[in-house]
């Protein structure tokens, strides 16, 4: 049944179609809705697309999520110091999860392919930006964002987030929230790049904890660093704190 579901044909907008509101006829006062069965047939292929994920990535083991933009260049510092983390990342026997395109994504991808632990990416289908890069030992096509943001959180103990735009601060936030309201436990939530994030606190502090809108302490869940070296010694913490046992220094990959 799942395998029939995922072979039916769905656009690239299908987060659009499902969001899509009601239209109002003006004439006689009518709502104009899409037909209910594909509104049931819609839900079947969520779940299909929820099991998918679940059935692909239950034995993954420990797993860091890594997030940052699409339209970061091979030439830049961010993208080597990506590509360093994910090898570092996987020599210590720890699965990495990006969001399985270019920029960042292709770099974490890259630096963990073939050393040691699963290279994964959760793709999502988009007009523009986003194709699969070739470094992944799992990929999986999402066609909605929250099935895709649901992969990210669940199998991850830890969260790095380099310079990016909106998509990174939406799952930046997407976290943030969740640990702020007690619905995960207290993962780390690690910034690479003081000259991007540093801006990005101070701000929070002065403005939405200023305000009161944020406790004093919430800013104190994200932890600034500049290179993979420093990244990896927080997520080594975080191993530690959560019971995950990785993979001596030096040691092989099998």
Known sequence: MKRVINTLRVPFHADKDLLKREHHNGLNHE?????????SWRVL??????????????DLG??????GSARTKPDRIEYKTAEALGKKLAQAGLAVITGGGPGIMEAVNKGAY?????????????????HPNPYQDINLENRYFFVRKLNFVKYSFA??????????YDEL???????Q???????PLILVGSHFWNPFLDWMRTFMGGSGYVDATDPDLFRVVDTAE???KLVRQAAANSGVKLRAKGKPAK
């Open 45 to 58: 292929r969520i779940q299909a697309e929820i099991v998918d994920g679940f059935e692909n990535l239950r």
């Open 114 to 130: 073939k050393h040691g632990a699963p290279s994964v990416g959760l793709n999502i289908e988009l007009p523009f930006e986003q």
């Open 159 to 168: 969260f790095v987030y380099f310079p990016g735009g909106f998509g990174t």
């Open 173 to 179: 936030f997407e976290v943030a929230t969740l640990v």
């Open 31 to 39: 709502h104009i809705r899409p037909p209910m069965i594909n509104e």
């Open 181 to 187: 309201t007690g619905k995960i436990e207290r993962f």
């Open 62 to 67: 420990p797993a860091v999520s890594v997030f």
């Open 230 to 232: 420093e990244a990896m």
